[in-house]
């Protein structure tokens, strides 16, 4: 018969190399969830210092000008970016807020114009339209130097196909039937030099028919004997257009026969050549035809002892009223052309 011991309780004994492994496992546990811990809880720091970053640099770049809706600020000063803004290769550069302003001395300099020669009469006395000096000459123009022969003829009182009458001045000219144009050089002025030097200033009253040719002006006795001895006969020459410095008023005359039913009308004394006659009708301004003996015609009386208009080769108008229906009557008016 087994006798049992009875005393304290005892223990038992525990297996440390059992016990040791699960508190392995369980130390290593919780250091990884320390690590986990650790790494979780520090990563927020980091990712907002990108955030910074990432926002820092959209501020510090500038917008581009050419972008749509951008717009430089030329009045801001710049501001120092953040230290943590992305590299200068990755910022875009601000355009110049200000065009530079070029130096004065590299401005071209101002064109400067020559002063205009003063006119003889008020502007309005030309109309708006005028074009270039001389437009409405015939084969007569100004400015242009014209070369033929002089000849002499014996010019008795004056009188010749203009129907002038009688000249106190001797110092006329016959015109060659080409450059006459069937009278759109009556009343001319031009200045005729000879080869020796020699020159005059002659008025055109009368025309010279074929043969004479183009160039050709026949002098009045008078006037050659001013260029060379009357036995030379023809005499190289060249002439051109004068507008005179003196000159009296324009007369105007009715040729013989004139009424209210036909009418010829007649311009003497201008200083510059006739490029048309009007008269004022019911109708407004009616232009005259222009006959090779000087007398501008109204067929059907139209405008005879009315108003009349007068306009030169460089576009001037006279217009002039009070003149009466008298036949053969050289009636002075008190208007002349301005001097070119």
């Known amino acids: 018969m087994r006798t049992t011991r009875h005393g304290g309780t005892e223990l038992p004994k525990v297996h440390w190399r059992t016990v040791g492994i699960p508190l392995a496992v369980l130390a290593v546990g919780v250091a990884v969830c320390l690590a986990a811990a650790l790494l979780t809880g520090g990563g927020d720091a980091p990712r907002r210092t990108a955030d910074v970053s990432v926002t820092a640099a959209k501020t510090s770049v500038q917008p581009d000008s050419g972008s749509p809706g951008a717009t430089a600020d030329a009045t801001t000063a710049p501001t120092r970016p953040p230290a943590t803004s992305p590299p200068p290769s990755l910022r875009t550069p601000k355009p110049s807020p200000r065009t530079p302003k070029p130096s004065v001395a590299s401005k071209p300099p101002a064109p400067t114009r020559s002063p205009r020669a003063a006119s003889s009469t008020p502007p309005t006395s030309r109309p708006a339209s005028a074009g270039t000096a001389g437009s409405l000459a015939g084969r007569i123009k100004p400015a242009v130097r014209y070369r033929g022969v002089a000849t002499a003829y014996e010019a008795a009182d004056g009188n010749g196909a203009c129907l002038y009458g009688p000249s106190g001045d001797m110092m006329i000219a016959a015109m060659n039937h080409t450059d006459y144009e069937s009278a759109k050089a009556c009343g001319a002025y031009v200045q005729v030099r000879a080869a020796n030097g020699a020159s005059i200033t002659v008025r055109i009253v009368n025309e010279c028919p074929l043969p004479c040719a183009p160039g050709q002006i026949d002098l009045s006795h008078q006037a050659f004997s001013k260029l060379a001895n009357l036995s030379v006969g023809r005499l190289p020459i060249t002439w051109t257009l004068l507008s005179p410095a003196s000159s009296g008023k324009i007369s105007i005359r009715y040729k013989d026969g004139s009424s209210q039913?036909?009418?010829?009308?007649?311009?003497?004394?201008?200083?510059?050549?006739?490029?048309?006659?009007?008269?004022?009708?019911a109708k407004g301004w009616q232009k005259l035809h222009r006959t090779d003996y000087n007398y501008f015609l109204s067929t059907d009386g139209s405008g005879c002892g009315k108003a009349i208009r007068l306009t030169d080769i460089y576009g001037e108008r006279l217009t002039i009223d009070g003149i009466a229906l008298k036949p053969d009557v050289a009636q002075p008016t008190r208007v002349q052309f301005a001097r070119h």
């Open 261 to 281: 039913y036909w009418c010829g009308i007649q311009a003497i004394g201008h200083r510059n050549p006739l490029a048309a006659l009007e008269v004022k009708t």
